[in-house]
């Protein structure tokens, strides 16, 4: 279990919370039953929130996909999308529960989905009358603490975030996480078990798959979208291998009702809810495209001859794209970068073993 005794340390304010947990909260507003995907009244507002199943909610047009799971004492979002757009989460969040927000887990740094934790963090978890100040505890401990949710994620997101502050874009500091991990897997419980899984390397060397056990759902982050092909970040530690290997994990987790299709639903960093054919899909045409831009590696290619070839063709119509934050030509130029850079290093062992 590692619930609790983590390598990077704990900070005391996860600690008081995760110990005053049953205090959490008030009881949350009856929902009628609703079908996978079915929108959820918000009233007025730009977002636009879905029942997936069970207690998972996703709320779209935020940056990236948002997910939130109603527990038994307190509310778990995963990812807070654009810091514009943090008042209109948080009321689409009330709209169905009274509950706190006692936890935010970031899939990665990106700004899109961590732009937002300060003020999530913010309008989160508070002890009994401490609203209007800082948590304090009882007795001779003199211990205190600010109010606010936890914001998890894994240590290499901390790292991205705090190293900010060399470039001309730092990150405040409010938004990096106050509670890294830095093991392969890490469990939280509200009211079903949950698991964050760290790929080594995916989409960045930070991801994390956060899979809700009993609703059955399963936020993806950016390893898994559907409104692009993968971002694969070089700069931060992404790689096109460990992106396949992360999409066959997701595989491996999920699990159908018949035909490949239904049972656990997925929700990506960007786009629609999927399942297991989806996710399988995806993969696939991951697979072939770094397959083709290898074997245009090995014939002794240049980048503009693969992209002239065109090994994204049959995809295009569905990810492709020639303008915006990430166009097909960016993604066949990290794939290329990726593995002949793969290939270098694979050639200078074969030399040195000589």
């Known amino acids: ?38 929108n959820v009244d918000i009233g007025k507002s730009s977002l636009q929130m879905l029942r997936v199943q069970g207690n998972v909610y996703m709320i779209a047009g935020a940056g990236a996909n948002v997910t939130v799971q109603v527990g038994e004492k307190v509310v778990i979002v995963v990812d807070a999308g654009t ?11 009330k709209a169905v529960t009274d509950k706190h927000i006692m936890f935010v887990i970031d899939t990665s740094a990106d700004e899109d989905h961590t732009a937002g934790n300060g003020n999530l963090s913010k309008a989160g978890w508070v002890l009994p009358n401490a609203a209007l100040g ?68 995916a989409h960045t060397d930070g991801d994390s798959i956060v899979y809700f056990r009993k609703s059955d759902v399963i936020s993806a982050g950016d390893i898994v979208s559907f409104n692009s092909y993968p971002v694969i970040d070089l700069a931060r530690g992404g790689s096109i291998n460990g992106e396949i290997d992360s999409l066959n994990m997701l595989i491996d987790l999920l699990i159908p009702v018949e035909n490949e299709e239904g ?17 399988v899909g995806y993969r696939d045409m991951v697979t072939i495209v770094r397959d083709r831009v290898q074997a245009g590696i090995d014939e002794g290619k240049t980048l503009e001859q693969i992209e002239s070839a065109k090994p994204t063709l049959d995809y295009d119509g569905l990810y492709g794209s020639t303008t915006g934050p990430w166009t097909t030509n960016m993604f066949l130029e990290a794939v290329y970068k990726d593995l002949s850079k793969v290939k270098k290093q694979a050639g200078s062992k074969m030399g040195g073993g000589k």
């Not at 810091?83 to 969040?93: L, R």
């Not at 049972?263 to 996710?279: A, E, K, L, M, S």
Request: glycine fraction near 8%; hydrophobic fraction near 45%; aromatic fraction near 6%.
């Open 83 to 93: 810091a514009d757009k943090s008042a209109e989460i948080v009321a689409a969040i």
């Open 1 to 38: 279990m590692n619930r609790i005794s983590l390598k990077f340390p704990v900070t005391m304010r996860a600690m008081l919370a995760l110990v005053l947990f049953v205090f959490a909260g008030a009881a949350a507003r009856a929902q009628a039953p609703q079908t996978v995907g079915q």
């Open 134 to 201: 800082p948590m304090q505890t009882a007795g001779d401990i003199g211990l205190t603490l600010p109010p606010g949710a936890s914001i998890v994620a894994h240590v290499n997101v901390l790292g991205r975030m705090s190293d900010s502050v060399k470039t001309a874009k730092p990150v405040p500091s409010s938004d990096w996480p106050t509670d890294p991990y830095d093991t392969d897997e890490w469990k939280l419980y509200n009211g079903e078990g949950i698991v964050m899984y760290h790929p080594a390397s």
């Open 263 to 279: 049972g656990t639903y997925v929700i990506p960093g960007h786009g629609r809810i999927c399942d297991r054919n989806d996710v």
